[in-house]
Nanobody, 122 residues
Framework: QVQLVESGGGLVQAGGSLRLSCAASGRTFRWYGMGWFRQAPGKEREFVSTISPYGRSTYYTDSVKGRFTISRDNGKNTVYLQMNRLKPEDTAVYYC???????????????WGQGTQVTVSS
């Protein structure tokens, strides 16, 4: 089993930056692809980014390309989402997730964190 805990959310002005962290439990962390998702009130959950088990492959949804960067440190059992030039549209609860399948947007994700709130003011 993998347990995930997100942190790093908060309130930031448009144009600012935040770095989200997702700490994972379990010795098999390095075998999982990791993804970031977000959900705003009244909206469906949206895929944001994913990274393969050893960090060699990444994917970003178009709306965050060039602004967000996903990375992982398998030695620390942690995945990160660096968010730059934030926009009000980025406001959401951000969740990290782990998949034992290929780390692609359409993959089923087996484990989910509790989420961390990101609020971007205009």
């Amino acid at each position: 089993q993998v347990q995930l805990v997100e942190s790093g959310g908060g309130l930031v002005q448009a144009g600012g930056s935040l770095r989200l962290s997702c700490a994972a439990s379990g010795r098999t962390f390095r075998w999982y692809g990791m993804g970031w998702f977000r959900q705003a009130p009244g909206k469906e959950r949206e895929f944001v980014s994913t990274i393969s088990p050893y960090g060699r492959s990444t994917y970003y949804t178009d709306s965050v390309k060039g602004r967000f960067t996903i990375s992982r440190d398998n030695g620390k059992n942690t995945v990160y989402l660096q968010m730059n030039r934030l926009k009000p549209e980025d406001t959401a609860v951000y969740y990290c997730a782990a998949t034992s399948h290929d780390a692609i947007p359409q993959a089923p994700y087996d484990y989910w964190g509790q989420g961390t709130q990101v609020t971007v003011s205009s």
